[in-house]
């Protein structure tokens, strides 16, 4: 057990500095040491790590990044959505599902419930299945990871970058800016490029490609859309509760219910993220994207034609933008006049037929998308090693005897909700019970 402050040796220098004691820097390690080596401590790093040490296995986990668990302190806005309660196979994408519903068989929330408790975690059921801390805190999450891989010996370096792995007759050669190591089984949850501000990065699926891999590009997923039409910048701020179709070369591909959020770029909010994997992917391919906004989603087309029929009132004669107020935000009025192609002065000069061309527009609101916001803004990325090459029920690769992935590395990405999470703890735990140390 480390004392509150410790004098460690970074791997790569020469003075001695002070480190708190939760960070768990390492300090200075013989090469080969410990001959099983993890690349990344996010959220499947360190549950390899530690199903891997609760078998006795001596384990070296590297992280890039200061701290480990980076992404994991900033999810769900710091509350920490760990799980879901429902992982069906449906609620992951890759581009093979006979991998998925392989790979999450035996792996139910139970399953994770049960890794989380045995580090301390209890974890409460919300809405639509989502698990989180009883705490709340994402914190708290990163400490009993950390903690307990202190306590199973887990040697954690920070601040370790690695530059190259070569594959050799026995075992793999890693150059990193903390040491070299050989002869070791190798895992890499390295992650994917979203949010590279948090450390996000492809640079473990290249690797990977470099071993032979098939690399699937990665695309922004969970994330904002953008558009070059101008309305939206006249609502920016404007938050609606809405039911939005995705189109694609004139095809309806989804359609959600939401919350949806006008701004200065485009679109965003709860409905657009889980829009967007497909917007991301078609995009890609050049395939023209729009997005169809219904902006009362709870009434019928017949309902609201019905409603704003009899709200017309020839006496009073408002001005059709201040009598359009009483049922929409006053920043999407103009907008919706626009598109109707309207021109009257009050509400005295409705009739039926512009009454339909109104609520066309606020049922049909058309905003054609140009492209994603870029991986900064993406909680994740699609894409990444193939995983045809990767045996589901153990996370190593069919390829190169001895590698192994979990996490982000690997082309499955989940819906909005906690699966991402249920993912990394899946093929985590999956590839710590099987990795072997030669």
Not at 51 to 70: D, H, I, S
Request: hydrophobic fraction near 40%; charge should be neutral.
């Amino acid at each position: 057990m480390m004392d509150d402050e410790s004098d460690v040796i970074m791997p790569y220098a020469n003075k001695k500095r002070k480190i708190p004691h939760s960070s768990l820097l390492t300090p200075h390690f013989d090469i080969g040491q410990y001959p099983m080596l993890i690349v990344g401590a996010g959220a499947a790093g360190l549950a390899a790590a530690i199903t891997a040490a609760r078998r006795g296995m001596q384990v070296t986990l590297l992280e890039q990044n200061k701290e480990p668990g980076k992404k994991i302190l900033v999810s769900g806005n710091g509350r920490c959505n760990i799980a879901n309660h429902h992982p069906e196979p449906h609620r992951f994408h890759s581009n093979d599902p006979d991998f998925l519903r392989k790979a999450l068989k035996g792996f139910d929330a139970e399953r994770i419930s049960g890794f989380l408790q045995s580090l301390g975690l209890e974890v409460e059921e919300e809405e639509e299945g989502k698990l989180f801390p009883m705490g709340r805190q994402a914190a708290s999450v990163v400490k009993l990871l950390t903690r307990e891989c202190q306590r199973l010996g887990v040697k954690l370096v920070t601040d370790c970058h690695v530059e190259e792995i070569i594959k050799e007759k026995e075992g793999f050669l890693i150059k990193s800016s903390c040491g070299i190591f050989r002869d070791i089984s190798l895992l890499l949850a390295g992650g994917a490029p979203a949010a590279p501000q948090l450390g996000g990065s492809n640079r473990g699926m290249l690797m990977a490609q470099s071993l032979g891999h098939r690399l699937i590009p990665p695309r922004p997923a969970l994330v904002a859309l953008e558009s070059e039409e101008a309305w939206p910048k006249k609502a920016a701020g404007v938050k609606v509760r809405a039911r939005v179709r995705l189109a694609a070369s004139g095809q309806t591909v989804k359609e959600k219910d939401g919350d949806l959020l006008f701004t200065d770029y485009g679109v965003s909010g709860l409905a657009v993220l889980d829009l967007s994997r497909e917007a991301s992917l078609r995009l890609a391919e050049w395939e023209p994207c729009d997005l169809l906004i219904d902006l009362l989603p709870q009434w019928s087309k017949e309902r609201l034609t019905a409603f704003l029929t009899k709200r017309i009132d020839p006496h009073r004669r408002l001005p059709i933008d201040l009598w359009l107020e009483g049922v929409l935000h006053r920043k999407l009025v103009p907008i919706i006049l626009e598109k109707s192609g309207l021109k009257l002065s009050d509400e005295s000069q409705l009739n039926r037929k512009s009454i339909g061309r109104l609520v066309y527009a606020v049922k049909n609101l058309k905003l054609a998308v140009t492209q994603t916001r870029d991986f900064r803004y993406a909680e994740v990325a699609t894409g990444g090693i193939d995983v045809t090459q990767v045996d589901p029920e153990t996370m190593e690769s069919r390829l190169v005897p001895g590698l192994y992935f979990a996490g982000e590395i690997l082309n499955v990405d989940g819906d909005r909700g906690g699966f991402n999470f249920h993912w990394a703890w899946t093929s985590g735990i999956r590839a710590g019970i099987s990795i072997d140390d030669g």
